[in-house]
């Protein structure tokens, strides 16, 4: 149904998010898009280049005045920082960062080729983009928030901010957990049918495509494995004024690949930003002797803008999967769609 393509290079002209698959009578309020272009560049632990960076949208497509046209919507974040042309070589790569394996798949002699592009700042397009998904799913009222929930192994806010400072005076990185929370969500989206209509696979597969993320859990997730059946199922019950409910949510809504009304709960791990400002064993590319990998402007611990990020992707599984069910060309033949499915269910 949605289809999104993004494009741009960290320190290139900029970022452009080309989102397809939108129905047409969708009012977008820029402002709500710029918020959550805000909240990605926050967090504890971000480098210097989110204070060079204002990112804010220009949509330069797909709308009439406010109003999407259900054409495909392109979105222009402009960068600040441009410099692609003037950059330094990068000749030793960094440990856990695409440096090496892209270097040697594109047959490249600079490793700054491989890391424009792989940057993490693709991510802003990815969010402008998930954004727009919001706007949509809020009309169902849909709503998607994240939380971190350890970083470095702390737990505690103050915790986790003594342990990042921490990291930082060291010249290390922190990378963690987090969560993400969609509620409002009706029973029904996504499949058992077939593998790619799996609601929980779509989310672990937009989790994982996220930079720097190394496992995605649904509910219970991991925690599945230490207990028995009768002590995690979630029990069904039913009440005239509830519907079907459960007391628990170890599925973080989620069972046979279709959403079952509870909240849907997904956590992600991050590992450590690559970039080490006292940076780890590696190779000079020129010459193939041992060299320290390679240094530059970078984050300490990104995992609440990871979170954020996540909101975003999930935002986009959510809306391709809504629409999958209840049609995609208009908004309100969608919200006849869903008020009758809700009156059948
Ligand atoms: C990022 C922009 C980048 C990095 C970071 C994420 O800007 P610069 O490289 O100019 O400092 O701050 O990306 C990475 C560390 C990475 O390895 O991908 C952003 O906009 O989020």
Request: hydrophobic share 45%; charged share 10%.
């Given at each position: 149904m949605l289809r999104l393509l993004t494009a741009g290079e960290s320190h290139g002209k900029g970022l452009v998010a080309i989102l397809e698959g939108m129905p047409a009578g969708l009012k977008i309020d820029i402002a709500q898009v710029n918020r959550q272009l805000k909240r990605r560049q926050a967090g504890f632990g971000r480098g210097k280049r989110m204070r060079i960076e204002n990112d804010s949208a220009d949509m330069i497509s797909g709308l009439k005045g406010k109003v999407t046209l259900g054409s495909p919507l392109a979105i222009l974040i402009k960068n600040k920082d441009f410099s692609i042309e003037k950059l330094k070589k990068v000749l030793s790569p960094r440990p856990g960062h695409a440096d090496l394996a892209g270097l040697l798949k594109y047959?490249?002699?600079?490793i700054r080729e491989v890391l424009e592009r792989a940057s993490a700042r693709s991510t802003a397009a990815t969010v402008a983009a998930g954004a727009i998904c919001r706007i949509f799913l809020r009309e169902f009222r849909v709503g998607i928030l994240s939380s971190v929930v350890s970083v470095g192994g702390e737990k505690t806010e103050s915790g986790i901010k003594r342990k990042i400072s921490e990291a930082m005076r060291n010249k290390d990185t922190l990378g963690g957990i987090f969560e993400v929370r969609i509620k409002g969500v009706p029973v029904g989206l996504g499949s058992y049918a077939q593998a790619d209509r799996r609601l929980d696979a779509r989310f672990a597969q937009a989790l994982m495509a996220i930079p720097g993320i190394k496992a995605v859990e649904v509910g219970l997730g991991f925690g599945y494995a230490d207990k028995p059946g009768s002590q995690c199922h979630d029990a069904i019950y039913y009440s005239g004024a509830k519907g079907y409910f459960r007391n628990t949510n170890n599925a973080g809504g989620i069972e046979g690949g279709i959403s079952n009304g509870e909240d849907i709960v997904l956590r992600a791990c991050m590992k450590p930003i690559?970039?080490?400002?006292?940076p780890l064993d590696s190779v000079n590319i020129l010459n193939t002797k041992p060299a320290k990998a390679a240094t530059e402007r970078s984050d300490t611990c990104v995992v609440e803008a990871a979170g954020v990020v996540a909101e975003a992707a999930s935002a986009y599984v959510l809306a391709d999967a809504f629409l999958e069910k209840f049609g995609s060309d208009s908004l309100s033949d969608i919200r006849t769609n869903f008020k009758n499915y809700l009156k059948r269910i």
């Open positions: 047959g490249f002699s600079d690559s970039t080490l400002m006292a």
